[in-house]
């Protein structure tokens, strides 16, 4: 197929033959990457196959804990005190430092 352009240049429409599956356009498209695109095009699929796998991989983590836990039950003791039962004494600091911020009679006069 023919065709111009608008400076009147003639141009031939090339179709490129018709791919059958998504796996052959999909390597079609790649194919034509430069080599920083395709770096880039593989570390998105590689982190998304990451993520897919470490679903799968805690799904079954999971499952397996599931199922196989013990039906036993674990009692903890507990023991309750009475706050007004117990005295703490307050902190007691070694150095006792006083500062003067603002002096309000200095300020009047």
Same mark, same amino acid.
């Given at each position: 197929?023919?065709?111009?352009?608008?400076?009147?240049?003639?141009?031939? /429409?090339?179709?490129?033959?018709?791919?059958?599956?998504?796996?052959?356009?999909?390597?079609?498209?790649?194919?034509?990457?430069?080599?920083?695109?395709?770096?880039?095009?593989?570390?998105? /699929?590689?982190?998304?196959?990451?993520?897919?796998?470490?679903? /799968?991989?805690?799904?079954?983590?999971?499952?397996?804990?599931? /199922?196989?836990?013990?039906?036993?039950?674990?009692?903890?003791?507990?023991?309750?005190?009475?706050?007004?039962?117990?005295?703490?004494?307050?902190?007691?600091?070694?150095?006792?430092?006083?500062?003067?911020?603002?002096?309000?009679?200095?300020?009047?006069?």
């Amino acid at each position: 197929m023919m065709g111009h352009t608008k400076g009147g240049d003639r141009i031939e /429409f090339v179709n490129p033959p018709h791919q059958k599956t998504v796996v052959d356009c999909l390597h079609h498209a790649l194919i034509f990457l430069g080599p920083w695109e395709g770096r880039a095009v593989a570390f998105v /699929f590689g982190c998304g196959i990451g993520v897919i796998l470490r679903f /799968f991989f805690l799904i079954g983590l999971l499952s397996y804990h599931a /199922f196989t836990r013990r039906q036993q039950t674990r009692v903890a003791d507990c023991y309750f005190v009475d706050a007004s039962q117990t005295v703490e004494n307050p902190p007691v600091y070694d150095v006792d430092v006083k500062e003067v911020v603002f002096d309000a009679q200095e300020e009047t006069q």
